[in-house]
């Protein structure tokens, strides 16, 4: 989403111009406009819900408006709230913001990020809306408790852990781990709701299994099947650039936004440093799907065998596009064949993109936005469960099964996902 760039008027003009691109950048890699925007908004002016398990959040304003937003913040300030999820005045941010991950971020970025939002994002005045959250449950205190227990140990602010085998997968654990915060979704939580592990060291790093506004978030790691062991690393880097591969994947909700916002405008080089760190990450132990190419079931597809309801619904719905051998077309229509959404060990993904369709990002590099549309209104939940299973059981694909009363969870999500968003945009909730 464009910025309008305020004029910059302090002394050492051209050195404070340098400070705001960079802290443009490093914001971009932050991602920070997806959550701190709105649709049809102002950039960073806040108020988008998000769903937590207690309740709504919204996001708060960003710009630097001195009365609702961050304009009397000092670096100090701006550095605690960011880096380690306290506000100024004492209080514990929820930790939808993911500060446990920027506490990475280095004095150099945090102060480039401060000098952009203070001299290179146009102020606007919108009040922060209270969350949606109900007494006791609102009640800021337990937050402390919980970073004190589970957030960043703020002597670890700007500093890397672990060990890198070169600069360049270095540089790729830093914008991963830090800026990107991928953990935030890729990463298994706690019951208490902490990422499981905040870097390589611990075996659930980016091994997924988080679901997101309805969407899995995929393993990251170096699995097969479910995750990116069959991926190339410049598959990674296409994806990321262009939000779609030659043949494995493209990117749908909520990964688009992220796309669509960040990832697209890193450099090429970034890019690849994320590519080749990701690409160090060891497969986890536990896989509970597989994949070995086998053209048994494209033959007998194309011979006009369909010796099951989930074939013949996959000739009926899907074949038109994903071909009967389940190839798909190149950059357009992923393959669904080894597709590490297909083979997820929840099938929450598959299901919704079914029941609900999905839009690839339209991008510089990719200017297109094809989409799939959704088949809610025309299958019932016994036949998604019967297509789902379908596919993460043919053409070399090996998952377990996917069920009726699976899909009915799902579509009864996406339902109540529909009607909390309309209340939160028309009707706020007012807590105590």
Same mark, same amino acid.
């Given at each position: 989403?464009?910025t ?22 490093? =914001? @971009? ?5 997806? +959550?701190?925007? @709105?649709?049809? !908004? ?12 207690? !309740?709504?959040?919204?996001s708060t ?38 500060? /446990?991950?920027?506490?990475?971020l280095?004095?150099a970025?945090?102060? =480039? ?9 146009? /102020? ?63 990463? /298994? ?27 899995l978030a995929?393993?990251l ?33 909520p990964? =688009?936004?992220?796309?669509?916002h ?9 890019? !690849? ?21 086998n ?22 719905? +899907?074949?038109? +596009? ?15 064949? !080894?597709?590490s ?13 079914v ?44 998952a /377990?099964?996917? @069920? ?29």
């Open positions: 989403m464009p309008e760039t305020r004029p910059v008027t302090a002394s050492g003009g051209m050195e404070r111009a340098a400070m705001i691109e960079r802290g443009r950048y490093v =914001a @971009t890699a932050s991602d920070c406009v997806a +959550c701190h925007s @709105t649709p049809g !908004g102002a950039a960073f002016a806040g108020g988008l819900p998000i769903a937590s398990p207690i !309740g709504t959040i919204y304003n960003i710009t630097p408006d001195r009365k609702t937003g961050i304009g009397e913040y000092s670096l100090d300030d701006f550095d605690r709230a960011v880096r380690h999820g306290i506000t100024p005045h004492g209080d514990t941010l929820y930790p939808a913001m993911p500060y /446990p991950s920027y506490v990475r280095t004095d970025d945090i102060e =480039a990020m401060y000098t952009y939002f203070m001299h290179g994002v146009a /102020p606007a005045q919108a009040e922060n809306r209270p969350a949606g959250i109900r007494w006791p449950l609102s009640m800021r205190w337990p937050l402390a408790i919980w970073r004190k227990q589970f957030g960043p140990d703020p002597a670890q602010a700007g500093k890397m852990q672990g060990s890198y085998p070169d600069e360049e997968i270095a540089r790729g654990a830093y914008l991963v781990q830090g800026p990107g915060h991928c953990g935030s979704c890729h990463t /298994p939580r706690a019951l208490t709701l902490q990422e499981k592990a905040m870097d390589e060291s611990g075996a659930e790093y980016l091994a997924g299994g988080q679901v997101i506004d309805g969407w995929v393993n790691r170096g699995n097969k099947a479910d995750g990116l062991g069959n991926w190339s690393r410049q598959d990674i880097i296409d994806v990321l650039k262009t939000g779609r591969s030659e043949r494995h994947a493209v990117v749908g909700r990964m =688009a936004d992220v796309v669509q960040s990832t697209q405008h890193l450099t090429d080089a970034d890019l !690849g440093a994320i590519a080749a760190y990701l690409k160090s990450l060891p497969a986890t132990q536990q896989d509970p799907s597989s994949f070995v190419a053209p048994q079931t494209a033959s007998e597809l194309r011979a006009g065998v369909n010796n099951s309801r989930g074939a013949e619904l996959y000739v009926d719905n +899907c074949a038109a +596009c994903h071909r009967s051998d389940a190839e798909g077309y190149p950059r357009v229509f992923p393959s669904l064949a !080894g597709n959404t297909i083979l997820a060990k929840d099938p929450t993904t598959l299901v919704r993109l029941l609900e369709g999905s839009e690839m990002p339209s991008t510089v590099h990719a200017p297109s936005n094809l989409g799939m549309p959704g088949f809610a209104e025309r299958l019932s939940d016994a036949d998604v469960a019967e297509l789902g299973t379908f596919l993460r059981g043919s053409f070399g694909n090996k /377990p099964a996917v @069920t009726a009363t699976q899909v009915a969870k799902v579509r009864r999500d996406i339902e109540k996902m529909r009607t909390e968003h309309d209340e939160a945009a028309h009707d706020p909730t007012e807590v105590e």
